[in-house]
């Protein structure tokens, strides 16, 4: 029996775009755990996956968003308002608080709007008791960073994840995540 190639656009393996994005948003966005999502994707959607197989959307999101990612870094320094977190984290057995104060005209005297921002990432770390290594460090962190910025542009988290794996799966740049580019 021989077998065509498949067309063009088409994905190697099980798993196309829309499935990658959305297995990456329960986990990244609605804080589920690996063995969670695997079994809400076998019995919900009756597609075959495993805790494995998550593992590897995860790797796929994450390798879909650097460049958008890296780009969002870079634009930081030329923000005209940036705020800090103050809630604790370690400094090797020390509990440690940056604070920030700021006395600019049109900036706000409070965080709220950061902490606002912050709250489903310290959900997420509270909840799944971080993460075991440096690729799972590299998917929060990239992955979180995404959905807020895609939430405070009042963009489809979804879409542009689906958009950014689309791009990977055909070798070219995901979507640009600042405003105007």
């Not at 804080?31 to 919900?44: D, G, I, M």
């Not at 890296?70 to 440690?96: C, N, R």
Request: hydrophobic content about 40%; aromatic content about 8%.
């Amino acid at each position: 029996m021989h077998q065509g190639r498949p067309p063009a656009g088409v994905p190697r393996g099980q798993s196309g775009p829309r499935l990658v994005a959305f297995v990456t948003l329960l986990m990244a966005y609605f804080r589920h755990s690996k063995r969670r999502t695997a079994e809400f994707v076998s019995t919900v959607m009756n597609i075959p996956c495993s805790a494995a197989l998550t593992v590897k959307h995860q790797t796929i999101a994450t390798g879909a968003t650097p460049e958008a990612y890296e780009e969002l870094v870079a634009a930081l320094p030329t923000e005209p308002m940036l705020y800090g977190d103050e809630s604790p984290t370690k400094e090797g057995s020390t509990k440690a608080w940056l604070w920030t104060f700021v006395d600019v005209e049109g900036v706000e005297l409070t965080n709220n709007a950061a902490e606002r921002a912050l709250r489903p990432a310290v959900i997420w770390r509270k909840l799944s008791f971080a993460t075991q290594g440096a690729k799972g460090s590299r998917f929060v962190e990239t992955l979180l960073s995404v959905i807020a910025t895609c939430r405070q542009q009042g963009r489809d988290p979804f879409a542009y994840l689906t958009d950014a794996i689309n791009a990977r799966f055909h070798n070219k740049k995901a979507p640009s995540l600042l405003h105007g580019v």
